[in-house]
């Protein structure tokens, strides 16, 4: 079986220092171990300070600077960060939020997705950049923009985003007339004469109707799939170099399966106690308990996540080496952390793991970000684990092929419909998922994120889908093919692909009808007779499949019928456990051997699990 070296990176702001420490800060990373950097993703004003008038002096040394030293450069395109003589030139490139007010200048991602003179601007500097860089030896990877979506950038209710999404839906629908009678708009009078009268559906006095909302959902995401192409587009004449995006952890307002289809490597931005802080929804004990070693399990479901997107190639772009600035409490990562992070991320398949930043700036927004050298230039807690990390992974043999047995379905579109109407406060599609997600983890089971819409799922002996809202049919049809089992969860095929209720009651599956809903009060579950209890959500159905459990009042949860099951409720982690336990000893594999190829990272997976159980059990002694 072939093999890959794991590798190391970092990235690095040439724009930020005095060129006389270039070449010693290349040097620096080399003798590090370290053999990628990523510069120029922020770079545009120092590129183009004017209009059409380039510095390209100051960049062409740094590449070289870079090169010569022996490091792989990735190259950016500086799109996240508009000159503001761009604003001046583009009042309206602004994207605005949902209360209606446009988004100021003076940080960064200020920019509306379908703005089309901001796009003409990013494909001229594309161009520029890649007919200068595009064959230069030392650029071996592209990075596209800066984390689409990020600071809630993906949505915007600005006047542009108005025009284009009335086009986006005459395109779609062609008619008025069609539009009012898929959206439903006989409901309170909401019908249109014409596209050009349909406003964003923010600012109503309640809420808007769903098929409304999800459509503008729709038009959002592919606003950010062809502003990506749009670069691809022109990067892709100069060079054959790989190009990449770094996406950003729990960003699910596009679909980054279709981004990623038009990329050649996906990458996403690992900061686990940034992320435990800041978008977790765990509980405060679980936080404090993993303050500085991060949810263990949040990095491994992203990286199952891009290894999905990336077809199979994916990085990390960014990952912390010590606290970041930029969470509601900013710990320092228990000692060991940070070489974990990097190790778990190989053992999912990284390519590369590249750290965020090269030195701490002493300047501006991230001044108490750490790098990799204090602002002084000296080696930090995080520079000198990552320089015997180095040492260590020379040691490796390099990092094998996995082949999971179990794929779990993660469905961008399912996000926005549960968005849209949640039904429950707590109902959140990512947590649905990701409660699956470590219910398997807990049982040590390797999982393949899968696409809805990948119809060669032959290789799972297990594919789990819950909550995917509509177009379920190729799923269906894929399983029954492979005689694949099939999990479905609650509000499985709930919805037309107009967000209606299907003629055919759900969850569409012959034996089943949903005859009414139940949402949960946190403080009131529903108990099961076996272990454990239902949370946030639960179906009433009427069924000839086989009752597997059911609460402690007689109503059918787990219903299976051959090869499929489907889950009337959701789990809380008790019942999930029970409800694992019991799928996996009655089937007849053994999830955790793969069927035709073992893993082999080489180190043993063994020690990886021990060390990082170690360092889970070192921190909870701690605290
Ligand atoms: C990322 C971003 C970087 C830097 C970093 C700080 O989201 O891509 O530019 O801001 O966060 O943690």
């Not at 209360?99 to 990013?122: A, K, N, V």
């Not at 050009?196 to 592919?222: G, K, W, Y």
Request: glycine residues 6%; aromatic residues 12%.
């Amino acid at each position: 079986m072939d093999k890959r070296k794991p590798e190391l990176g970092v990235c690095y702001y040439p724009e930020h220092w005095p060129e006389e420490i270039w070449a010693d800060d290349a040097r620096r990373m080399v003798e590090m171990g370290l053999s990628w950097v990523r510069i120029a993703e922020f770079a545009w004003s120092r590129i183009e300070p004017k209009p059409g008038h380039f510095q390209f002096d100051w960049l062409d040394r740094a590449i070289k600077t870079l090169g010569d030293a022996g490091l792989n450069v990735v190259m950016c395109t500086p799109t996240a960060t508009p000159p503001r003589w761009m604003v001046d030139k583009y009042p309206d490139m602004l994207a605005y939020d949902a209360e209606g007010r446009p988004r100021g200048f003076g940080s960064r991602r200020h920019y509306d997705f379908s703005h089309s003179g901001y796009i003409q601007e990013c494909c001229r500097i594309a161009e520029v950049l890649g007919a200068r860089y595009g064959r230069n030896s030392a650029v071996q990877a592209w990075q596209i923009d800066n984390e689409y979506g990020c600071h809630d950038t993906t949505l915007s209710y600005s006047p542009v985003s108005k025009s284009a999404f009335q086009l986006w839906l005459s395109e779609k629908y062609e008619d008025i007339a069609e539009l009012n009678a898929r959206w439903g708009n006989i409901f309170w009078s909401m019908e249109y004469d014409r596209f050009d009268q349909i406003e964003l559906p923010n600012l109503t006095v309640t809420e808007p109707n769903p098929s409304h909302a999800m459509d503008f959902r729709r038009f959002a995401s592919d606003a950010v799939v062809m502003f990506n192409l749009a670069q691809v587009e022109v990067l892709r004449a100069h060079t054959d170099a790989p190009l990449i995006h770094n996406y950003m952890g729990r960003i699910t307002e596009f679909d980054h399966y279709e981004v990623g289809d038009n990329l050649d490597i996906a990458s996403w931005d690992s900061y686990p106690l940034g992320f435990l802080e800041d978008r977790s929804d765990r509980d405060q004990d679980f936080k404090r308990q993993h303050m500085r070693c991060g949810d263990p399990d949040f990095q491994a479901f992203h990286h199952d996540i891009y290894r999905r997107v990336g077809k199979g190639r994916w990085w990390v772009m960014e990952q912390q080496p010590g606290p970041v600035n930029w969470a509601p409490h900013n710990p320092i990562p228990t000692p060991g952390m940070v070489r974990l992070w990097a190790l778990e991320a190989f053992a999912h398949g990284a390519e590369v793991v590249c750290f965020f930043r090269w030195r701490q700036a002493p300047f501006a927004q991230e001044q108490m970000h750490a790098g990799l050298l204090l602002p002084d230039g000296t080696l930090s807690a995080g520079g000198r684990e990552i320089q015997s990390l180095a040492e260590e992974l020379n040691t490796m043999n390099g990092i094998g092929e996995g082949a999971p047995r179990v794929g779990l379905v993660f469905d961008y579109p399912s996000q926005w419909a549960w968005d849209v109407q949640p039904q429950d406060i707590q109902f959140d599609y990512f947590r649905l998922v990701y409660d699956i997600y470590r219910g398997l983890r807990r049982r040590n089971i390797p999982v393949d994120i899968i696409n809805p819409n990948d119809t060669n799922i032959e290789k799972y002996a297990t594919v789990f889908a819950p909550g995917i809202f509509s177009n379920v049919e190729t799923l269906k049809a894929a399983a029954e093919k492979s005689q694949t089992h099939l999990v479905m969860g609650p509000r499985f095929g709930s919805r037309t692909e107009d967000f209606t209720i299907p003629r055919e009651l759900p969850p569409q599956l012959e034996g089943i009808r949903i005859t009414a809903v139940e949402t949960l009060r946190d403080d009131a579950p529903l108990n099961l007779q076996s272990a454990g209890a239902i949370k946030i959500w639960w179906e009433v159905v009427e069924t000839d499949w086989s009752v597997i459990k059911q609460t402690r009042s007689k109503d059918p949860i787990v219903l299976q019928s051959g090869y499929k099951t489907y889950w009337a409720g959701w789990p809380d982690d008790a019942a999930l456990d029970d409800w694992l336990g019991d799928l996996f000893t009655h089937l007849e594999y053994d999830v955790s051997e793969p069927r035709e190829k073992s893993r082999n990272y080489g180190f043993k997976t063994g020690q990886l699990a021990v060390s990082y159980l170690d360092a889970k059990a070192d921190w909870s002694q701690v605290s």
